[in-house]
């Protein structure tokens, strides 16, 4: 049964800091993994999404990582910003793009 | 172009009655997802439609829940005699098959 933990479970840094989150997985058999983050109160926003073919994704000031023989993700935010204050949440998909099983998200502060 | 949406965003029930949740996805995305997020579980998956296939019910977690999605569109989660352990968010997203998930505003519900 797959499993996802991520570390840290909360965050805090300040302003214009560069922050690794991380992401473990226990089974490699994976067929995509996506990060999202989530404000409180609302739906989750999909920030990158990397193939099981892929190695690394980047969008803007995020660059998210895969190595799946380890069984590790990581999200790199660069040059931090109190708007990026949300919880980031790392999933992972199997059975060519079937359900996505979470884990239990690293709280972000970015203090001014 | 539109986002997921999902209806009604708060939604608050007695006991052992039935609800109802909509979801409207994407235009032209096959596959439809549904999840819930509760502070004791994170977030879980519920059932997954994917075109014309049989649906991935895997992880509906009674047989009091049951989703259908109608022409290849609309979803509707029915959760029939609600008890308080099924207050949650319910979380709808949709996709490309084996592509970036989107996720819809969720529907709070809380059972009384």
């Known amino acids: 049964k797959q499993e996802v933990t991520q570390i840290p479970a909360a965050l805090s840094v300040p302003e214009g800091e560069n922050l690794v989150l991380n992401c473990s997985f226990t089974d490699s058999a994976i067929y995509n993994l996506q990060w999202f983050r989530q404000d409180p109160g609302k739906g989750l926003t999909s920030l990158l999404l990397?193939?099981?073919?892929?190695r690394e994704q980047t969008s803007g000031r995020l660059n998210a990582s895969l190595d799946k023989s380890s069984g590790r993700s990581t999200l790199y935010i660069a040059a931090s910003q109190p708007g990026d204050s949300a919880t980031y949440l790392c999933a992972v998909g199997g059975n060519q793009g079937g359900k996505l099983i979470f884990g239990q998200g690293t709280e972000l502060s970015v203090k001014p | 172009g539109a986002g997921v949406s999902q209806s009604p965003s708060n939604k608050v029930t007695e006991k052992g009655k039935d609800v109802e949740l909509r979801c409207d996805p994407i235009s032209g995305h096959t596959a439809l997802y549904w999840y819930r997020q509760s502070l004791g579980q994170g977030l879980e998956f519920l059932i997954y439609f994917q075109g014309n296939s049989a649906p991935d019910k895997s992880g509906l977690p009674s047989d009091r829940f049951s989703a259908e999605r109608t022409g290849g569109s609309v979803s509707t989660l029915t959760i029939q005699r609600t008890q308080q352990e099924d207050s949650a968010v319910y979380l709808c997203?949709?996709?490309?098959?084996?592509?970036?998930?989107?996720f819809g505003p969720g529907t709070r519900l809380t059972v009384t």
């Open positions: 990397i193939q099981s073919s892929q």
């Open positions: 997203a949709s996709s490309l098959a084996g592509r970036e998930q989107y």
